[in-house]
């Protein structure tokens, strides 16, 4: 072989350091931050109605500087920077423990697929007040009897009487926010002979709108985090669906993928509280090592999991920046996000022993909380192995 | 060789399941999560089938049982996610009691048998949170009969008990009549002493299972709340740590098998794709791999319930000691284990405060670490391996 | 409550002390054991020609003092003792290391069977050179498209031309020792027409019988443990059918039922590997307390199964004793204690680091490896988690 | 930030990828089990290809490249269960040798590049086993830098090495031409020493993959042998050990692949109870789990090689070494439950000799606990996170 076939161009060549410019945006990123985030544990829950004021407040400061949706085009509100650039703006957005983001329904689940469906119409309509936090939404995917079987929904849709739109009705669950969004975006069947997928479609559906009623779900920290919504011959017009009438699944599956996928869980997430975690870990080693030793094993290997998440997502987008994409890679990525989730925080009570049940002060308790949801929400996890296995591995459905 | 439990065992347990299906539902749980502290018609009812006073002595109005017949009542009290302290009461508080019988202890034990008092023990290992402001530091934690900290000048809103010492996490505290507490004196001299309500200062703890009552105790020793000192109180502390891990396992079954219970019950109902949950093979595994881990586990409660009662002599239960580790450790993980597969089988709807099943996970998770957790009862039991070769 | 209701009669307190008479029999078994077992690893292995017969010659010596069946009726070789006797006699058979049982599919397997179905010609034909160790018994189970699904077997019987016997045609695998036993017990399909689970018959066949050849299968360590059984046209007499023509499923079943539960697997084997696992650990620890710590909790988790194990073992045989039967119970036992030998195997070697993969003196690896067939054989665990999800919990079939 | 390989790289793994298909079969592998020291025409091909000499400089007749590459051959070593010891020849002894070029490493940089020299690399703490007769006793063993032990007489019926040192365990030793061998002399002055075969003596160790080609090598240092000593040689072992992790988790990352691949082929052909086992969830779980492991070790794995081309500076690995732990953590644990999951779908199948899952299940074992177990890699993980705080 000759030597010159091996001969790169220097830009080709695997590079996991940022480029200048991307440090520069870090560095911009970090100082705003600094200067603007309040400090930890003063905003109120983003479940009361005051804390998801509150938390919409943030999301004006945040836009009001061009930084709540950094990825998106100038033009709705972003900065149009690169993946490479949001997966920064993440690590720094969660390493100064700023709040949790109440729009982020719209912004990582609603967005991309209006972003791929959605008319130039909607696109001007419904994202700059979703980038500002003017508006926030809520999703209506999940049914009392279509949880993890997307495809058995029944709520469904009729023309209304003036054909110029639509009238909903049904039920629909697990809506996050969805006791204070004011807009709902989710699927109803449009076509009642059709089977399962088919027959399904895309709606954006403004919570004012009459015949809509919510009914808060207390969840088991007697939380409100998530509502069920009622709908009685709700009018949407023609212009609020999303994607072509009938083409709600797929449109819907893009939506999946992405919160499965890249845009919804940033592994900045992980990586600081696996860094909290080793820091808890060393106190305790500190203070008593019997106490501590026995877990060193189970904190490596959650901090681990956590950065091989972080290099995993770098891989990922990569592939993205190259032309390729996101299939059902997606799905074992949901399950290592959510079994990492729970690997931290199962470790970092169990370093605690008995003052993990206890509420006052204890943030990893509600951390474990949160993250018993991981394994359960955006699919179980049981799904998603199913899809591992058929998509990734080819064998036969069940 | 005869590995059972007789017929009278069976009943007396069969008996207090039909009380307790009826007297602690998931509804009286509810109202037991609003006011934990409130004393209920259920605590009457126990002391009248005899479970409350099952410990106590013969000669102080109890039944004088021992280990072997608890763990069965303490299974059915687990189950149920019972609010009352009926562990802290009659399994720890009673025996300790009856160990060196004085006329105030004598009193006492005539108190529970007849219902009339709950009391609450504290862990002498128990440590304030590491985010306190008083959390010691790398040098402040003493040896084994370490525990209670000094009280000084604390900036924290929720205020502060008052007394010169004070127990930490102490379970069942919120109310509770009679109060158990261990302390160390300079030199490593433990102490235990038993003070009533108007003697000490509770501080509530908000814990993820309000009717665990916890509270930060603050008191005062006086030579007259004194039950052990020294070697003797070293002994009883000692034996507390088996009975507790004993104990907690026994809830721990119950609980176990209520939660997979639930999970099995809803797998059989409802249906997704076209048919019951319980019929995919992901759900059948889950909830196999934890029955097979609860049914080894309950051999292990029994046979340490029947060493504890075998081995009554104090400071020779070696083996009664490593056998509650066993069962404990096997116990805390199958219930544990339980919990994440309920939980994960029930999907959304466990995760809702309206589902039963979040009652029995947050007793699990509380009880699977209290008086030592699984790991805790693993490095005990191997340190005993290996000091005994 | 009236005292005098707990007034026990001391005979039916739990009481996990054994007798008088169980500790002598102990006893026995013990200074017997001392004076006849050979040395630690002087047979050669029992899947060899050699090593097989040195492994009868040692069932001979056992059955010369009748403790090569202790639990069978005095007349067909054994001392009619009970199963806690039978126990006690496992724990110090393991505790002292004496030769793997040759005999053990027999004993076993087939045993248990024929007790419960055969005939007295049957017992008194085929049980003492069972327990002599004259005649060893292979299984023909199992067929190359009928392994975990015991329905599928397509190995048929047809009734031969003089009507006084079977002619039996097919493939039988995974027959251990089936390269040099005697006999072989197994199911054939005596009805081509019913299905499945139907038309199965529970047969005895002489593996020098003409018509009947022998494959040897190599393991993956390149021993020869099991064989392939081909059968032409094999004249098998009337008097070798177990239990009635067409029953041969509910008899398979209760020896399956056998071979996963109580009287196959002795706890004794994981209590006594388990504490050497200890001393490994201990010897480690002694050693280098660095290599040896991150494995404290492996080690103390395994003990705790194998442990854990023989104490529901007692749990069952008194159930048993008081009349109770093992149903699906034995299930939860096989994956237990399949789980339970590899927990054990698996420490050790990591406790052995590199050293693990060497095969001389390393009885650790040729220990795990026999462990790894566990969750395998008699059934996988998968199956035998249906069995416990169906029958011990309710849940539907699939 | 391109986390990507070159078309360059992955159109020379796809040659490399014909080359192996083709030249290291399952029956190949079978014929390597019968003779493991025997040459083959397969090391030549791939010298010529350039595999070889891949990481000798450009002087010598190498490609003078760096783990960025390597690890996507070494992928494919491990994914056909590759006899020869490319890993110890190519990612270890080559870059040994290169550290500091004298007349002699020179020579046999270029006899590696030319495919003429296999190397067998000792690992400086591998220890006889536990069961041997000199296994060491609880004050024997030093500390980092320990490893060999001087030859006593030895009663065992093998045999034993002469010479007056001797390096246990070391892959490759068995008709290896050069030998790479640490030692450490009193005071804790370590020492590498480069010796061809005529100066070692090799007692084969009996090893379950007998392509392993496990030898103890006894010699004798001579000044000519040396390569480093002192603070040289401490820094070359302590960059032999990052080197030899990230290179073993890049084996076992093509070992998961094969052994998954194998599996799944096997679930989609078999039935069972009428239809694909594969078809049934119980078996898709358990390849998907394996699968998602396998996914997140790969991006692992690449970011340690990347990581230890950018570090050259000698002594200053920190990060490169971090990453290296967590490479051979992941891809040990990732590659260990393949072979579980692997062996769980063959069923008895899987179990024997005639099944190739077995030739792969053997190296699996065998690489996760060499250079280092998954344990081992994140006890240094932790404690290095533990010290940059």
Known sequence: MEEEEWEQPLDEA????????????????RAWLHAHVPPVGTLPSLDTQTGFEAHR??????????????????A???????????????????????????????????????????TDEQKNRFLPPMASG?????????????????????????????????????????????????????????????????????????MRSPGVSVRPIPQLDGETGFAE???????????????????????????????????????????????????????????????????????????????????????????????????????????????????IHRTALALLGSSGERRDGNRWLDGYLFALAGPIYAGTNEIQRNVVAERLLGLPRG | MRFSFTEQQIAFRDSLRQLLDKQCTP??????????????????????????????????????????????????????????????????????????????????????????????????????????DDAPGPSSRGGKAGG???????????????????????????????????????????????????????????????TRRLGTVGWDPTPSSLVAAGEEAHLALADLEVSAALATAAELLGLADRMIDLASSYARDRHQFGKPIGSFQAVKHLLAGAQVKLEFARPAVYAAAWS??????????????????LAKAYAADAATEAARVALQVHGAIGYTWECDLQLFLKRTWALAEAWGSATDHRRRLLTSLIEER
Chains 1, 3 share one sequence.
């Not at chain 1, 500087?65 to 100038?74: A, F, K, Q």
């Not at chain 2, 009290?77 to 399994?91: C, D, F, K, N």
């Not at chain 2, 504890?308 to 509650?324: I, N, V």
Request: charged share 20%; glycine share 10%.
């Open chain 2, 27 to 132: 509804t009286d749980l509810r109202a037991a999560y609003e006011r934990p502290e409130a004393r209920t018609t259920r605590w009457a009812a126990l002391a009248d089938l005899g479970v409350v006073g099952m410990t106590v002595p013969d000669a102080h109005g109890g039944l004088g049982l021992g280990m072997t017949d608890l763990v069965l009542v303490l299974e059915e009290a687990g189950r149920v996610g019972l609010p009352e302290p009926l562990m802290e009461t009659t399994a720890l508080a009673a025996p300790l009691l009856a160990r060196a019988l004085t006329p105030r202890s004598s009193a006492l034990l005539t108190e529970i048998a007849s219902g009339s008092l709950t009391a609450a023990v504290a862990d002498h290992r128990a440590m304030p949170p590491p985010w306190a």
């Open chain 1, 229 to 343: 919504l009622f709908f009685e011959d709700v009018f949407v017009p023609d212009a609020q669906v999303l994607g072509g009438v009938g083409q709600g699944w797929n449109v819907a599956m893009a939506t999946a993928g992405s919160e499965r996928g890249l845009s919804l869980r940033s592994p900045a997430r992980y990586t600081e509280a696996a860094a909290l975690l080793v820091d808890l870990y060393a106190a305790t080693l500190a203070r008593d090592p019997t106490l501590a030793l026995p877990y060193a094993d189970a904190v490596a290997q959650a901090w681990m999991d956590a950065e091989a998440y972080r290099l995993n997502t770098y891989w990922t987008a990569s592939r993205v920046l190259a032309g390729g994409s996101v299939g059902a890679e997606a799905s074992a990525n949901k399950i290592h996000w959510s079994e990492t989730d729970l690997a």
């Open chain 1, 14 to 29: 695997m590079d996991l350091k940022f480029t200048d410019a991307q440090q520069a945006f870090r560095a911009e990123v």
């Open chain 1, 76 to 118: 709705y509100g972003g900065r149009g920077v690169g993946i490479i650039e949001w997966l920064i703006f993440e690590e720094e957005y969660w390493r100064a423990q700023a709040p949790l983001r109440v729009s982020q329904n719209g912004i990582f689940l609603l967005a991309p697929t209006m972003f791929t469906f959605g």
């Open chain 2, 148 to 210: 209670n900290q000094p009280v000084g000048p604390r900036g924290d809103p929720g205020g502060s008990p008052t007394g010169s010492l004070r127990c930490e996490l102490v379970a069942g505290a919120q109310g509770a009549d009679l109060y158990l507490l261990p302390t160390t004196f300079s030199g490593g001299r433990p102490e235990l002493h038993a003070l009533r309500a108007e003697a000490v200062s509770v501080l509530p703890v908000a814990a993820l299972d309000p």
């Open chain 2, 308 to 325: 504890l009662d075998e081995e009554r002599d104090p400071g020779s239960r070696e083996h009664s000691s490593r056998r509650a580790s």
């Open chain 1, 57 to 74: 407040a943030w999301e004006h400061t945040l836009a009001a500087d061009r930084w709540s949706v950094v990825s998106w085009p100038e």
């Open chain 1, 134 to 206: 003017d508006e926030i939404w809520c999703q209506g995917w999940s049914e009392p009897d279509a949880g993890s079987d997307l495809a058995g929904i029944r709520s469904r849709a009729v023309r209304a009487p003036g054909d110029d739109g639509w009238l909903l009705t049904g039920q629909k669950t697990w809506a996050s926010r969805g006791a204070y969004a004011e807009w709902c975006f989710g699927l109803f069947r449009t076509d009642p002979e059709a089977e399962r997928h088919r027959g399904l479609t895309y709606f954006l559906v403004q």
